[in-house]
């Protein structure tokens, strides 16, 4: 006995899930995508070859195992250029990933008010440290209970900081409270100008593995940020 189901909908069912096209380079136009009957033609070397039909500009591109890609789509008529379209592609992308990998990052090193010796100089070797490898640092002071009370206290911890590392990064601002927190960002001087006060002349400085050096100390709680992000190219 044959049983009948409801209509679906189709694509247009409640939850149905649509994948999003996250590749910025699909928007460009090429081949037998340009749809427009003329484009300004531009050779693989760079030359305007001026006005003519879209149908023919493809054979010209597909003769030389090239691609026709449209560059200017908002021109009347678009430009497009007879290119490798793949290998454009990688260049970009390798652009792109090498704007990634020196991306500067910013270090963030944390104090109490309470804050002992011993620990107050591991923290400052820290910051020395990721100074000395072109890194931006957050120095960071918490306060705990009543110790809002006072926030003099810890206005001084943060002043003691940044003059202690005055001879390798320079303070943005002076320190401010938010909630709270003091914060202060440090910026590393060009490198001739640098001159280390905790690591002296010779020494190896240590790697630059972000935070966990300092996770025996108590009260420690470094971390790091990526700044910076690389904007994918939008056209040709």
């Keep these: 006995m044959a049983t009948s189901f409801p209509s679906t909908g189709g694509g247009n069912r409640s939850g149905s899930y649509q994948r999003r096209n996250v590749d910025p380079f699909a928007a460009i136009r090429r081949n037998h995508r340009i749809k427009v009957p003329q484009v ?22 597909l003769e030389v195992g090239l691609d026709l890609v449209e560059v200017a789509p908002n021109a009347t008529p678009p430009v497009c250029r007879i290119m490798d ?40 070797r820290h910051a020395e440290n990721f100074l000395a490898h072109g890194n931006k640092v957050k120095l960071r002071l918490k306060f705990r209970g009543r110790e809002m009370a006072h926030t003099e206290i810890g206005f001084d911890v943060m002043k003691r900081g940044v003059a202690e590392l005055i001879g390798m990064g320079h303070p943005d601002a002076p320190p401010k409270l938010i909630g709270r927190n003091i914060h202060v960002m440090l910026t590393p001087l060009p490198v001739n100008k640098r001159k280390p006060k905790w690591h002296k002349e010779g020494d190896a400085l240590l790697e630059d593995d972000g935070p966990e050096a300092e996770s025996n100390h108590e009260d420690d709680d470094d971390h790091e940020t990526t700044v910076a992000s690389s904007t994918p190219p939008t056209g040709v």
């Design 40 to 61: 300004r033609l531009i050779s693989p070397e760079g030359r305007q070859l001026g006005v003519i039909d879209t149908a023919r500009a493809i054979t010209l591109a």
């Design 85 to 124: 379209f793949g290998k454009y592609v990688y260049e970009e992308q390798k652009k792109t990933s090498h704007v990634k990998s020196t991306a500067s990052k910013i270090k963030e090193i944390e104090f109490t008010a309470r804050i002992a010796d011993g620990d107050f100089f591991t923290k400052l």
